[in-house]
C-alpha cells in the first residue's frame, strides 16, 4: 500500500497549488482519501475528506472555499486544488487513507490506516 503526495513548492501569496495524491496497493474505492497538514512546531491539521464511493468532500472550516478536492479513478489519485494561499498555509501536507469498512472519523490521525510521505508547500513573498 502506497500513497506518495507532490506538488508542493513555493507560491506568492494568493497563489495557486494543486496536491496529488497517488495511491496504489489497494482498492480506492474502499478508502476515504483524507489531506492533513502540519506546520512547524504546530499539532498536525485536519484539511479535507473525501468519499472515493460518491466524491463528497469535506473541509475544515476554516480553509473552505479555498480548498477543493476531487479525484482521477482512472488514476488512482485523489487532487486538492489550494486556491488564495496564506503565508499561514505553510506546512508539510500529507494525504491519508481510511477504510470505509470500519467507519472511523476522517478528520482524525487515528481514524488514518495508511499515511503518505508529505509534500512541502511554503506561500511566501
Known amino acids: 500500500v502506497q500513497l506518495q503526495a507532490s506538488g508542493g513548492g513555493l507560491v506568492q501569496p494568493g497563489g495557486s497549488l494543486n496536491l496529488s495524491c497517488v495511491t496504489s496497493?489497494?482498492?480506492?474505492?474502499?478508502?476515504?482519501i483524507a489531506w492533513f497538514r502540519q506546520a512547524p512546531g504546530k499539532e498536525r491539521e485536519w484539511v479535507s475528506c473525501?468519499?472515493?464511493?460518491?466524491?463528497?468532500?469535506w473541509y475544515s472550516d476554516a480553509l473552505k472555499g479555498r480548498f477543493t478536492g476531487s479525484r482521477d479513478n482512472a488514476k488512482s489519485t485523489v487532487y486538492l486544488q489550494m486556491n488564495s494561499l496564506k503565508p499561514e498555509d505553510t506546512a508539510v501536507y500529507f494525504c491519508?487513507?481510511?477504510?470505509?469498512?470500519?467507519?472511523?472519523?476522517?478528520?482524525?490521525?487515528?481514524?488514518?490506516?495508511?499515511w503518505g510521505k508529505g509534500t512541502q508547500v511554503t506561500v511566501s513573498s
Open positions: 491519508a487513507a481510511s477504510d470505509n469498512r470500519t467507519p472511523r472519523p476522517c478528520n482524525k490521525d487515528y481514524g488514518m490506516d495508511y
Open positions: 496497493g489497494f482498492t480506492l474505492d474502499n478508502y476515504a
Open positions: 473525501m468519499s472515493t464511493t460518491d466524491s463528497r468532500t
